[in-house]
């Protein structure tokens, strides 16, 4: 993650994480969009709804419970998925709810992995913005691990780990 200094104005968090699978670009891609496998390895709660252009969709964690409205922006199969969702930043006082931009890219290695990379901006510039920017930059690291493990493994590393 990281905040930038730009002439002496600092900027909102924003960060990136990047994760190899050894498998298909398609295959890894599809472990995202569809549901029914996301739920098996990230969304613990459970997922409602196929990640496509336009969709409203639910997301659902143990470990921060109630469904997340995750609206999807835009989607190129086997490329890219984007994202807005609700910032975690419980800052109401300071303008109210607002929504950051997640995009996921998928690329087709050489080598027949993907990588995968994702990043979340849009944060307000406040600490408590930076703390749930932080918080989130776990969460997709940790789903990005998940991923990994499930689709090259078939195991689900969330199971119990946070109930």
Known sequence: MRAVESRGARQAP??????????????????????????????????????????????????????????????????????????????????????TTVTMTFEALEDGRTLVTIAETGWRDTQAARKAAFGNCEGWTGMLCALKVYIEHGINLREGFYK
């Open 14 to 99: 924003e960060f990136r994480v990047s994760g190899r699978i050894s498998k298909p670009v398609h295959e890894v891609f599809e472990a995202v969009v569809d549901p029914k496998q996301l739920s098996g390895y990230f969304t613990t709660g459970g997922a409602k709804g196929r990640l496509e252009t336009g969709a409203t969709v639910t997301w659902d964690f143990h470990d921060f419970p109630g469904a997340f409205p995750v609206h999807v922006i835009e989607v190129v199969p086997d490329r890219k998925v984007v994202l807005h969702w609700g910032a975690a930043d419980g800052t109401p006082d300071q303008g109210g709810a607002y929504d």
